[in-house]
C-alpha cells in the first residue's frame, strides 16, 4: 500500500463522484488509521496566485473538499488549509486568493480553517544542501500533512505534482531567494528533495481531473484528463504523472536529485499501480512545456557542429521574452524575479537578459500571459 498509486476515473468534479474516490482513498489507507480527533491536519493545495478553479492552475475545490470530508468522517476536527503563492504572502493577499479559488468557502462551509495569518518559523533539516527551513507555522506544527497538487507541466522541472507542490511551504518572496541562491536546475532540484524529505508528507492527492499542458504552471492551457491520483509515496505520485504525461524522470530535476540518492526509482513501475488500473498509460498527444528536450543536446547537432554544440546549446536555451502587446505593466514580474531584472516603463515590462537565471517566476506570475518562452535557435536545430 505504501508505495502504491491509485487511479480513479473521475469524469468531472461533480461533488459526490470526487466524495467518492477520495473516500475509497482513504479506506485503503493504512496512514489514514491513525488519524483521530487530536491529529492535527494540514492539506497543502497549490494556490500559485489568484486564479478561478475552471483556469486549472490551483487545486479543485471539490477535492479539498471530499478530503475534508474524509477527515471529519474519521474524527479529525482541527482541518487547516495552508500555502503560500508565488508572489508577496500578505494576509489580504490570501484572503484573496481564498475568495477566487473557491477554497476559502470550501473551508467556511466544510469547518476547517483557511489559514491568512501567514506566520512561519525555522526548522532544521537534515539536507544535502539544506540545514534549515523556513515553512509557514501551521506545516510546522501538523502532525498529518496532506498534499494536494495540481498536475500541470512545468516551464522549469517540466512537471509538477506532489514535490514541487511542497515549494509552497516556504513563505512568499522566500521562494524568490531560493531561486537565487540555486540558479542552477541540478541544484534546485537537491533543494527540493531536501525540502521534500523534511516535510514528509503522510499523503498526496494530485487533482488531474483537468489538468494543465503546454508552458505551465500558469501560461498553459487545461487539458481534460478527467483522474485523480492518491499515494503515501510522493515520488511514486510523481514518476506516475512522469509516465502519464510522457515525461523522463531524470529530465525533471527533484526526481533528478532523488533517483541519485535512491530515494526514488529511474521509471514508474505499473506493478505499483491500484484502483482504475486501465487508466495508466501514457496519455497520446500531452503537450509539454516549450523548453522540453527528451534526448541529450549534442545528439542533435551534425557531427561537424559538435565542437560548437556547448555555446550553441546555452544559446538555445529557453528564455522569457515580453509581448509587450499583451503586457499591462502591472509589476508582478518585476516584484517576483530573483535577479532584479526587470525593469518598467511607459507601464511595460522589459527583461535585461544578461542577469537572467531562467527560473520562469516572471512567466508563472504574470496574470495575462504576457511573458513567453522562446529559445532562440531551439527551432533551427529541433531541440
Ligand atoms: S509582463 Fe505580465 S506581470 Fe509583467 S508587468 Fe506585464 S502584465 Fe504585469
Ligand atoms: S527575468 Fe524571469 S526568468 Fe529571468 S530571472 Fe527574472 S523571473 Fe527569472
Redesign the pocket.
Known amino acids: 500500500m505504501r508505495n502504491s498509486v491509485f487511479f480513479y476515473k473521475v469524469p468531472n468534479y461533480q461533488q459526490e463522484l470526487v466524495d467518492a474516490r477520495i473516500e475509497e482513498f482513504f479506506t485503503q489507507s493504512k496512514a489514514a488509521k491513525s488519524l483521530s480527533s487530536s491529529t492535527k491536519v494540514v492539506l497543502k493545495p497549490n494556490l500559485l496566485a489568484k486564479h478561478a478553479p475552471d483556469k486549472a492552475v490551483t487545486t479543485h475545490p471539490s477535492v479539498v473538499c471530499a478530503v475534508i470530508r474524509a477527515l471529519k468522517k474519521r474524527g479529525v476536527e482541527q482541518i487547516t488549509v495552508a500555502d503560500s503563492p508565488g508572489g508577496l504572502y500578505t494576509p489580504a493577499i490570501m484572503k484573496s486568493i481564498g475568495q477566487v479559488s473557491g477554497l476559502a468557502e470550501v473551508c467556511r462551509q466544510e469547518g476547517a480553517l483557511f489559514y491568512t495569518d501567514c506566520e512561519f518559523a525555522e526548522t532544521q533539516a537534515d539536507g544535502k544542501l539544506m540545514h534549515r527551513f523556513n515553512l509557514l507555522k501551521p506545516v510546522l506544527e501538523a502532525d498529518f500533512i496532506i498534499d494536494l497538487p495540481k498536475m500541470k507541466t512545468h516551464v522549469m522541472t517540466n512537471v509538477t505534482a506532489g514535490v514541487k507542490n511542497l515549494f509552497g511551504t516556504i513563505p512568499g518572496l522566500q521562494k524568490a531567494e531560493l531561486h537565487m541562491r540555486f540558479p542552477e536546475k541540478e541544484y534546485f532540484g537537491e533543494m527540493l528533495c531536501d525540502l521534500c524529505l523534511t516535510v514528509h508528507p503522510q499523503m498526496t492527492i494530485l487533482d488531474a481531473v483537468a489538468a494543465m499542458e503546454g508552458d505551465g504552471p500558469a501560461g498553459g492551457t487545461v487539458r481534460h484528463v478527467g483522474l485523480l491520483l492518491a499515494s503515501e509515496n510522493v515520488w511514486n505520485l510523481d514518476l506516475a504523472v512522469c509516465h502519464l504525461v510522457g515525461v523522463q524522470a531524470s529530465k525533471v530535476p527533484y526526481l533528478q536529485a532523488a533517483i541519485k540518492r535512491g530515494v526514488c526509482a529511474e521509471e514508474f513501475s505499473t506493478a505499483l499501480c491500484e484502483g482504475d488500473k486501465d487508466a495508466c498509460h501514457k496519455i497520446e498527444g500531452y503537450r509539454l512545456p516549450s523548453g522540453y528536450v527528451e534526448m541529450d543536446f549534442s545528439n542533435r547537432f551534425p557531427f561537424f557542429l559538435r565542437w560548437a554544440s556547448p555555446a550553441i546549446v546555452k544559446f538555445a536555451t529557453p528564455r522569457p521574452k515580453?509581448?509587450?502587446k499583451?503586457?499591462?505593466?502591472?509589476?508582478?514580474?518585476?516584484?517576483?524575479c530573483p535577479k532584479q531584472t526587470?525593469r518598467?516603463s511607459d507601464?511595460?515590462?522589459k527583461i535585461i537578459p544578461a542577469n537572467c537565471i531562467h527560473c520562469f517566476c516572471?512567466h508563472e506570475?504574470?496574470?495575462?500571459?504576457?511573458?513567453d518562452v522562446v529559445r532562440p535557435l531551439g527551432a533551427l536545430f529541433n531541440l
Do not use: F, L, T, Y
Open positions: 515580453v509581448d509587450s499583451k503586457c499591462i505593466g502591472c509589476g508582478k514580474c518585476a516584484e517576483i526587470i518598467i507601464h511595460k515590462a516572471c506570475m504574470c496574470p495575462v500571459k504576457a511573458i
